[in-house]
Each structure stands twice: as structure tokens, then as C-alpha cells.
């Protein structure tokens, strides 16, 4: 897997003793805290939703207690996808690699994020008493009380990763890795005059060297993030140390950002509660019978909920283990069942509410509501273009023995779906009319889902609902850790004239907007596969989008195209992190779908060119 959501604890046995029971302590303590925040955030923000906009009372107090609780649930969250072993790392070099090499990778997957924490929970600590004295406008209490998340949630995993290392059987394995690091941060701060010369060559060494290096190596991406910049900050400024924490602040802060955790639980919950195989039986009926019918329905599916759980691991979760084992009985190719699911996995990144859609808003100022209205068109473009290849190549299929479904058992299969199939729509209207906030309209989302599992569908399974919301907190947390770090790196980047230059330069390309188009579309599928999408679009956003502007790109055109591009990137094999998750939800081996991906991502690169050449579908239908 070239991209893994983990940090595997290798270790040969069970853990025991003390280290295990603080490792179970927190996992206890923090799981349970999560949970309750998740609860906290969706009640707090469906309250204010009611009060706004049902009784016109407005709580000037939800949107800043929720703010507060968020950064808690950010951080807490990064905590339990830590001790989970739940942060995205690169894993293509490490993952080939034999015993005891691997072991020695692994612990240095622990031992960075290690080192990150022990300078940065100082800078961490500094950064919170500052807070102290601001007080908050409409609770009129300490800001402390907030940004205590931060040193709490590093000091929490500091000991996760202490004891981690000490849970590892192969010592000698774990001492090289931990020595390699102190060695290696030892020669960087005794190299420290001589970095105050290089000026911008500086960049290059903790950028693209240091970040390049640790990447590969599959240290997570956020702590190979926070450490380079962190070193970059503490080594070649006289900055303070704690502005790096400021700026991880306030990445992480931004209120769009609630809707998150918000839509990656709406992802789960929509599984649990049977909507989702309520549309799949619907579009079944209704195309089973034809040719690639099923294969029709696998985009269709996808298209629709994707519109509903924002996340492209619950959309291929979702649908793959009700869709693929009938798919495999009609006789179809196993290889083309993983690479059709990848492909509109792509495919679907531009439709509301797509995280990306949310974090383009957050880092970029472009409007949420605008992405939301537009995001459908493209997908359905580069949808057409899957359908064209999926047509091509079931022209032969037998379907003697397929029985076509009766008009009655379509009606029935619509009828049972209807509820399902308008939530999406009811997600995007609200936003688009201004009803809710992306933010708020999640809430919303959430107390239709319930009702529709409780009262329609009936099925609503309460064992499974702590999970969710731990899981929730989990995935959440480390997505937001993403872009907290990310966000400080960018800032790093663009206090160091880095931005102002890259904006000479792409202003002076040949072609005008259509070679700085052309050259974003390729920079982003080069992006899309090393780094995923988010960190992508939250360290590169802020310093692209403002050139398009100035080079006449309409910034909502120019998202469709970015993200698209990513898309591309992030499932296009051997190197997209996408493709792999595909295989792991399918149990499809991913070297059967690699000649079969190849027409889709033609595909793909065809529907996106298309997007990119045509403005009109990006912005059409903005009011």
C-alpha cells in the first residue's frame, strides 16, 4: 500500500505491564471524551440551526462554544488515530521492505513524531498561557480554555509514543531508529549558523529535502509536516517557536472545518441505517438488466453518495460490499470491478460535500455555497466519459440470465429509496439557498439520517453507535492535524517571499491562463499522489489560487479543475493512495485492476480536460 492510514505497532506480543495499562488508560479515557464531543458539537450546532431558524432566536453563544469544543475534538481525536496507528503515512518504499528494515522504518515512524512533540509541547504550553488573558466575545471567558487542547492533546501523545517504543520487541531495531533521529537533530542544530546564510536555499533543504525524506521514509505526513517546519522556524528565524503552534491554531480553527467530523459521521451513519443499500437496490432494479448494468449502477451509486458522506473511503465502504459480490456473479472481471471503483472514486471528489469542496472554502475564501452549486456538472462529465468505457467494454456480455425487474418492482425500489435519494439534494439546497451553513447543514444531514433510520428503514443498530463516533473522532483528527500542520507550513512558505516568487513565475508562463491551467493540472496529479488531496490543497491553495485570479481564472472554475486533477492523482496507480483503498474495501488485489485502470484514467484525464477547457460547467449554474 503506497499510502496507509497507520502507524504499525510492531510488536511480537501482546503488550503487558504498566506501559500497557496507561496505553489502555488513555485509549479509554480519550475515546470516551471524543464521543461525548462529537454528541456535544452535533447538539450544540442543530440548537443554534433550530434557534436561527425556527424560532428566530439566535444563540449568540453556539457558534464559539462549538469553535472551543472543536479544537478539543481536533486534538483529542489526533490522540485516539495516534494510539490507533491511524495517521496517513506513505508507505510505497517502507511497505517492500523485509525484516528488521521495515521494523527499523516503523520505529522511525514513531521516534519523529516523537521528536516533534517533545520541542513543540513547550512552544505549545507558551502558546496557551498567552491565550489566558483573551477572553472570548460571547461567553466572556478565557481563550485558555480552548487553546489548552493543544498541549494537552501533545503531551497525550508524547507518552502514546514513549510507550510505543517501549511496547516494541526488537530493542536494537527500535535504539538505531531512536539514535538516527537524535543524531540527525543534533547535526541540524549545530548546522544552525551556517542555515542563517542561505537565505532561500533553506526552502529547498527543509521543504523538499527534509519533508521529501521523511515521506518517503513513512513518517506520518502531519508530524513530517510540523517537523520540518517547525526546524525551519527554530533554526533559520528568531521567530518564537510558538508561532508555529499559533499557526497550527489556526489552521485547525477555522469554523468551516466543523463540518468535518459532521459529514464523516453522516458517512457511517447512512451505512449503519440502510439509505445507502436502499439507492443501490433502486438503481439495480432499474439497470440490472442491461448490459455493464450493474457497472452503470456502481457510478451512479457512487455519484449519489458521495453527496451525502463527503468521504471517499465510507462512499467505496458503502456500496463495494453490497454492489461488487453480485457484479462477480453476472461474471465480471474482478481487475475491472477495483479499477471501476477507484475510477469513480475520482470521479465523485468534486460533488458537495466533499471535504476537499470544504477545505478549498476554508484555506482559499472561495465561497462554499458557489462549490456546492457546481460541483455536480463536472462529475457528471467525466461520470459520461466512465459510462463511455464501461459501454465499450460490456458489449459482449451475456445476460441470458438476468431477469429484467418488473415497472411494479421498480416503483417499489423507489419508492423504499426515496427517502435516501433526497437527502443529498436537501444537503445542497440548503446551502445553495442559503438555508444553513455547510457547517450547519451537516446537523441537519444527521437528524434526517436518524429519523429516516429510526422511523423508515428501521434499522439503527445502538451498539454500533460509540464506534462511530470514536471512529468519527478518529479519522477527524487526523485529517485536521493534516492541515493544522500543512497550514503552518504554507505560512512558513509564504513569509519567506517563497509565494511572491512562485507568483512571478507562473504569471510569466507561456499560453497565459491556459498554460498556468495546464501546468496546475499536472503539478495536482503529481500532488494528488504523494501528498492526498487535503494536505495538498492546504499547503498549495493559498499560494496558487491567488494567481489564478490574477491571470483571469475564474477561482471556482479553477477549484473543479484542481480538484479533478487531484482526483487523478490520488487513485491513479502504483503510486495513488485511492487505489489502494479501493483494493482494501474490494479484497481485490491491486495489481488485477493496473490494466484496467489504464482506460479510466484516460478517461479521467480526458473529462477533466474537457472541465478545464469548458468554463461553463464549472460555472454555469453559480447564481
Not at 135 to 161: E, K, N, Q, Y
Not at 513 to 526: E, K, Q
Not at 529 to 543: K, W
Not at 545 to 554: D, E
Amino acid at each position: 500500500m503506497q499510502l496507509e492510514m497507520g502507524i504499525a505497532p510492531a510488536r511480537a506480543v501482546a503488550a503487558t505491564g504498566i506501559p500497557a495499562r496507561i496505553g489502555t488508560l488513555i485509549r479509554n479515557v480519550t475515546g470516551a471524551a471524543v464521543a461525548v464531543l462529537v454528541v456535544a458539537e452535533i447538539l450544540v450546532l442543530f440548537a443554534g440551526v433550530l434557534a436561527r431558524y425556527v424560532f428566530h432566536a439566535p444563540l449568540i453563544w453556539s457558534d464559539e462554544l462549538a469553535s472551543i469544543l472543536f479544537l478539543w475534538l481536533a486534538m483529542l481525536g489526533a490522540v485516539v488515530a495516534f494510539e490507533r496507528g491511524e495517521h496517513m503515512r506513505m508507505s510505497a518504499f517502507v511497505g517492500g521492505l523485509r525484516q528488521p528494515f521495515r521494523g527499523f522504518f516503523d520505529a522511525l515512524a514513531i521516534a519523529v513524531p516523537l521528536l516533534f512533540l517533545s520541542l513543540a509541547l513547550g512552544a505549545a504550553y507558551e502558546f496557551a498561557v498567552d491565550e489566558i488573558i483573551v477572553s472570548t466575545p460571547a461567553l466572556d471567558i478565557s481563550a485558555g480554555w480552548r487553546v489548552a487542547a493543544l498541549p494537552v492533546g501533545f503531551a497525550l501523545m508524547h507518552v502514546l509514543a514513549v510507550l510505543r517504543l517501549i511496547e516494541r520487541t526488537d530493542w536494537r531495531v527500535t535504539l538505531a531508529a531512536v539514535a538516527l533521529v537524535v543524531v540527525a537533530a543534533a547535526i541540524f542544530a549545530a548546522l544552525r549558523p551556517s542555515f542563517t546564510g542561505l537565505g532561500n536555499l533553506n526552502l529547498l533543504i527543509f521543504f523538499v529535502g527534509l519533508v521529501g525524506a521523511m515521506v518517503l521514509a513513512g513518517i506520518p505526513i502531519a508530524f513530517a509536516f510540523a517537523t520540518a517546519t517547525f526546524g525551519y522556524i527554530a533554526l533559520t528565524t528568531r521567530l518564537p517557536h510558538s508561532v508555529v503552534i499559533g499557526r497550527m491554531d489556526e489552521g485547525m480553527s477555522h469554523f468551516v472545518l466543523l463540518s468535518v467530523p459532521l459529514f464523516v459521521f453522516l458517512g457511517v451513519l447512512i451505512e449503519m441505517t440502510g439509505m445507502a443499500r436502499a439507492m443501490l437496490a433502486f438503481l439495480a432494479s432499474l439497470l440490472g438488466h442491461v448490459r455493464g448494468g450493474l457497472q452503470y449502477v456502481l457510478v451512479g451509486a457512487m455519484y449519489l453518495v458521495s453527496g451525502i458522506s463527503g468521504s471517499k473511503a465510507a462512499d467505496m465502504a458503502a456500496i463495494a460490499p453490497v454492489l461488487l459480490p453480485e457484479m462477480e456473479k453476472r461474471g465480471a472481471d474482478r481487475g475491472e470491478l477495483l479499477a471501476l471503483l477507484a475510477a469513480t472514486g475520482a470521479q465523485t471528489e468534486t460533488i458537495p460535500p466533499s471535504l476537499v469542496l470544504i477545505t478549498i472554502g476554508s484555506v482559499t475564501g472561495v465561497s462554499i455555497a458557489a462549490l456546492f452549486a457546481v460541483g455536480l456538472m463536472p462529475a457528471l462529465v467525466v461520470g459520461a466519459l466512465l459510462c463511455c468505457v464501461v459501454w465499450l467494454r460490456s458489449r459482449k456480455d451475456d445476460l441470458s440470465g438476468v431477469r429484467r425487474a418488473s415497472f411494479g418492482e421498480i416503483a417499489k425500489a423507489l419508492v423504499v429509496a426515496l427517502p435516501a435519494i433526497a437527502l443529498p439534494f436537501i444537503i445542497r439546497a440548503a446551502v445553495i439557498e442559503g438555508v444553513a451553513t455547510a457547517t450547519e447543514v451537516s446537523t441537519i444531514g444527521i437528524a434526517y439520517a436518524l429519523l429516516a433510520g429510526l422511523l423508515i428503514y428501521r434499522r439503527f443498530d445502538w451498539r454500533r453507535l460509540y464506534p462511530m463516533l470514536v471512529d468519527t473522532a478518529a479519522l477527524s483528527g487526523a485529517i485536521l492535524l493534516i492541515i493544522g500542520a500543512a497550514t503552518g507550513m504554507a505560512w512558513a512558505l509564504t513569509q519567506s517571499g517563497f509565494s511572491a516568487a512562485l507568483a512571478h513565475m507562473m504569471t510569466s508562463l507561456p499560453g497565459g491562463a491556459v498554460g498556468f491551467m495546464l501546468v496546475s493540472l499536472v503539478a495536482f496529479i503529481v500532488l494528488g499522489s504523494l501528498l492526498e488531496g487535503i494536505p495538498a490543497i492546504v499547503l498549495f491553495g493559498p499560494l496558487l489560487f491567488p494567481i489564478a485570479r490574477q491571470v483571469g481564472v475564474n477561482e471556482v472554475h479553477y477549484s473543479m479543475v484542481v480538484i479533478l486533477a487531484m482526483g487523478i492523482g490520488l487513485f491513479a496507480p502504483p503510486f495513488g493512495v485511492g487505489y489502494y483503498a479501493a483494493s482494501a474495501i474490494s479484497r481485490i488485489r491491486p495489481d488485477e485492476g493496473m490494466r484496467p485502470m489504464i482506460g479510466y484514467i484516460a478517461a479521467l484525464f480526458i473529462g477533466t480536460l474537457i472541465v478545464a477547457a469548458v468554463p461553463w460547467i464549472s460555472t454555469g449554474f453559480i447564481r
